[in-house]
């Protein structure tokens, strides 16, 4: 219930608490040393779904401090020793994709502590998150790739993988970003607008893998609210950093945008789908009347589903291009560099 409904953290708290109760959140420790001894019993299989059950609050508990601004949830130990347990004859093809988002979304968690408590060089700081999150994509595209668990998924569980590095890597740079303060484009040093640069880049590789990888979308039927906000904050940034940040190889957004559209309207019909992919297509609309009579309505649209519901980064972003509202400022607190001019 907590995957589709805006109450998700009263649900997952209820949750959690009921796991508790039940001690599903020892049966991991449990089930590693029993599989040490014992591969395969009817105690493991039982632990398994144990613990199979406690990883899913887990990880929607992670999402939710990470993506939600909630507060430290539960949290586990030695997250990368359930690799162990994919060769067992108690795993599934679903253990697959769930231990790889818990590894992820425990190492989001750590990033973003760095980001909050680390002012000195956030620049260097967004280097390691990306070395970091590139080893753990590695890593699981590896283990994907040599599983008998994937079996005829493969492609969708690749897709999976790619398109959460992507995001994990935009999300870590656009943190970065706010955390330095700076909301004017102009104003940014160099460092600040290199880390822009980085997550806008990571967006476009978000948005292609999304559109030339059918096995990913095709699963949106029936994924939770997340997943369907993401993807409309997601292109509804790399909207905005493309003004904000334009280049001359800028690629046809808006054509891809629409194609996003019609593959989404295909699996929109559970949870909070149909709201995101309103917000999808006014996102589209605002960027094709931007374009044709700089109407400027993108630049101030953050639904309040990002500002509310989900702690994205990136959407209050701004330019002024004539820089004139900034050299006025400097002017009023009698800046240096206007001493000897004749204003």
Known sequence: MACWMSERSLILAIATRMAV?????????RLLHLSLSKPSTAESRSLMKSART?????????????????????????VRRCRTLLDRPFSSRLDVRL??????????????????????????????ARVDIEIWYQDWKRIVEASPLSGSELPSLIANLTVQRHWAEAMAACRAVRATGVQQVE??????????????????????????????????RYAMDFVWAKCAFSFLLLLKLTILLPDAARQDLLGQGKALLTELTKSSGYGSSKIYLRLLQLSIEKYESRGQAQSG??????????????????????????????????????????LGMDV
Do not use: C
């Open 187 to 220: 104003m940014m040093p160099e460092s600040t607008r290199a880390m822009l640069i980085m997550g806008k880049e990571a967006l476009q590789n978000h948005l292609e893998v999304m559109l030339t990888q059918p096995p990913y979308l095709a699963n949106f």
């Open 21 to 29: 109760e039940l001690q599903l959140d020892d049966t991991f420790d």
């Open 99 to 128: 231990f790889s988002q818990v590894e992820l979304n425990r190492l989001r968690t750590k990033i973003n502590q760095t980001l909050t408590s680390r002012s000195d060089d956030l620049f260097q700081a967004v280097q390691d």
């Open 297 to 338: 309505e993108l630049d101030a649209f953050i639904p309040e589903e990002f500002i509310f519901e989900w702690d994205f980064p990136g959407l209050n972003l701004f330019s002024s291009p004539t820089g004139w509202d900034l050299l006025f400022d400097q002017y009023l607190i009698g800046d240096d560099l206007f």
């Open 54 to 78: 406690w990883f899913l609050l887990l990880n929607l508990g992670q999402i939710l401090q990470v993506d939600a601004g909630n507060l430290l949830g539960v949290s586990i130990k030695g």
